[in-house]
């Protein structure tokens, strides 16, 4: 229904010969938690009108693309990654013509737009779980999930140990039409998120006609939600383990549920669809893996475009750890010819200008507020860092504004799954998914005329997006101006090479044709020969004879 964007012209890096090409290759890509960022009929909840009327700011903000979480029809027991319906817009966020307006309105800016995908796990509401349910053992709906007996005298025990994200067993025993205890079925999230069983060619040909109907809307690629998760191990067997079950997966041999070799071809049979299409659609991979390398696997030729690099994510803020993750990270792309990807903050985990105010070693979801002014000089700088790498950027929501987590949320305002479970994720998922501000008063900060679905801090009106623009050194100007340069830079974007340059402890310099970026990131000023002239700053910083004293937490673009 869509008129897609023409394809744009594209070049290939001096530091990566054949490389292939596409817009992808050095994008910055926004994403939108739909719920969060704009309320377009004041009902206290974001919707897609809310988006479209502002996709002219993230237009003026640079980005290339426009990422959404998910908006389809859904219970939303887990904020919409429990889907009942692909193909239908949920009455919250608005309606299909609503999404068809949204994606002329994107494409007539020069955006682009990703949708998530969610092909691990429906609903429990979804029409074939619900008749599954209704038919009862033998339905043909039911081998279409992982139905399974369980174990024990009576069946009373779980089919395999395997246990959920969320916390507790990854099994919940259902009720037979005739009001007895009856089979089993898997969910690795929530139980109103039942697995897909990817085995089944039903499974594999409804996703096929989803990618078809999102693509003929004009939608330009798809963020593969849990994109490690859908084939499980031959037989369900038991994993040993009684710690609880995490995202990331650690052993050497993997994890019987995520990261099976078997994901490949599915990727392969999506990417031939794509690849029908015109403008360069793409597909991006959340696939949490033991390694980098691991990663590389869905990114091969034949498979998807781009994957979430969530080692990079997790780096502390330490010069050492961040070369280390930045050579691995390269040297695993470079390869299969895909872009490293580089992210620091999403709807999942705590945002980093609060993860960087406190000490290392606390994980991703983090329930303090540690040193704000620090937190967020460290965000800054880190930006930066991240803007100057090869490949394509991810920027939260919010984070061109500078925004913490919210982590004094109260108990009875919350409402992230995992927070009521008492195992699993940690369930401080909704301090990153409050409603950013767009101005400095009313009810939401401009967010919609009817509140907001979580509560703001009172200091938002000044980190708002009317408080922010045109103010010199502000948060959101830095990054308009790093955008900016990023794009217009030759030495900046597309490559896959970095060149290191000797520096002090605690300080990353490196080379990429025709600049240089240092970073400090220790807590005290490092004074270091001039390299160039200065392009960009996070913090301020004056050239004295060609030397120059970093400022703690500072990172800094040269042109030379």
């Not at 090869?390 to 927070?419: I, M």
């Not at 990131?521 to 200065?534: D, H, K």
Request: glycine share 10%; charged share 20%.
């Amino acid at each position: 229904m869509t008129q897609h964007l023409a394809a744009p012209s594209t070049g290939t890096s001096d530091d990566a010969p054949g490389h292939r090409t596409g817009w992808w290759q050095d994008a910055v890509i926004y994403q939108v938690y739909p719920r969060s960022f704009a309320d377009g009929n004041g009902d206290g909840m974001g919707d897609l009108a809310g988006v479209t009327a502002r996709l002219p700011y993230l237009r003026d903000l640079g980005v290339d693309a426009v990422w959404l979480s998910p908006f389809y029809a859904s219970p939303q027991a887990d904020a919409g990654y429990d889907v009942a319906d692909y193909r239908a817009i949920d009455p919250m966020f608005g309606t299909l013509h609503d999404a068809d307006a949204l994606i002329r309105e994107a494409h007539g800016l020069g955006l682009r737009i990703i949708v998530d995908l969610v092909p691990n796990h429906s609903s429990d509401q979804h029409e074939w779980f619900k008749r599954a349910l209704t038919e009862g053992p033998g339905s043909a709906l039911r081998e279409r999930y992982h139905f399974r007996t369980g174990k024990g005298a009576d069946g009373e025990l779980p089919p395999n140990d395997w246990e959920s994200i969320f916390g507790g067993p990854a099994w919940t025993r259902t009720t037979d039409p005739d009001g007895t205890p009856g089979e089993w079925y898997l969910h690795l999230f929530a139980p109103e998120q039942p697995d897909f069983n990817w085995e089944h060619p039903a499974v594999a040909d409804e996703f096929r006609s989803i990618l078809r109907f999102w693509l003929d809307m004009g939608v330009d690629g798809f963020r593969v939600d849990v994109a490690h998760g859908l084939v499980k191990a031959e037989g369900l067997p038991d994993l040993g383990s009684h710690d609880q079950l995490k995202l990331l997966g650690s052993a050497d041999d993997g994890l019987p549920f995520f990261d099976q070799d078997g994901v490949h071809e599915i990727y392969r049979s999506w990417r031939t669809i794509l690849d029908e299409y015109p403008g360069d659609r793409i597909l991006v991979a959340e696939a949490w893996t033991p390694t980098v390398e691991r990663t590389a696997n869905y990114v091969r030729p034949d498979e998807m475009h781009q994957a979430f690099n969530f080692q990079y994510l997790s780096t502390a803020w330490d010069a050492a750890e961040l070369r280390a993750v930045i050579d691995t990270s390269l040297d695993a792309m470079r390869p299969v010819g895909a872009p490293t990807t580089w992210v620091l903050s999403n709807h999942d985990v705590t945002r980093h200008a609060t993860r960087f105010a406190n000490p290392p070693g606390l994980g991703t979801q983090i329930r303090t507020p540690g040193d704000r002014a620090l937190g967020l000089r460290r965000a800054r700088a880190a930006t930066l860092l991240m803007l100057a790498l090869p490949g394509s950027a991810y920027v939260y929501q919010g984070e061109e504004l500078g925004l913490p987590d919210v982590t004094d949320l109260p108990d009875e305002v919350r409402q992230d799954p995992s927070y009521f479970r008492a195992e699993g994720q940690d369930g401080f998922r909704d301090g990153c998914r409050v409603p950013i501000p767009w101005t400095r008063g009313g009810s939401s900060y401009g967010f919609g005329t009817g509140g907001s679905w979580l509560p703001q801090p009172d200091s938002w009106g000044e980190l708002s997006v009317e408080a922010q623009s045109g103010r010199d050194g502000s948060t959101l100007e830095l990054y308009r101006t790093a955008i900016a340069a990023r794009r217009e830079h030759p030495g900046l974007g597309v490559g896959t090479d970095v060149r290191w340059l000797d520096a002090p402890e605690g300080v990353l310099a490196f080379g990429r044709p025709g600049f240089v970026c240092t970073v400090n990131t220790t807590g005290a000023p490092v004074r270091i020969t001039a390299p160039g002239t200065p392009l960009l700053s996070s913090d301020r910083v004056t050239v004295d004879g060609g030397t120059v004293d970093l400022p703690a937490d500072t990172t800094v673009w040269w042109t030379v």
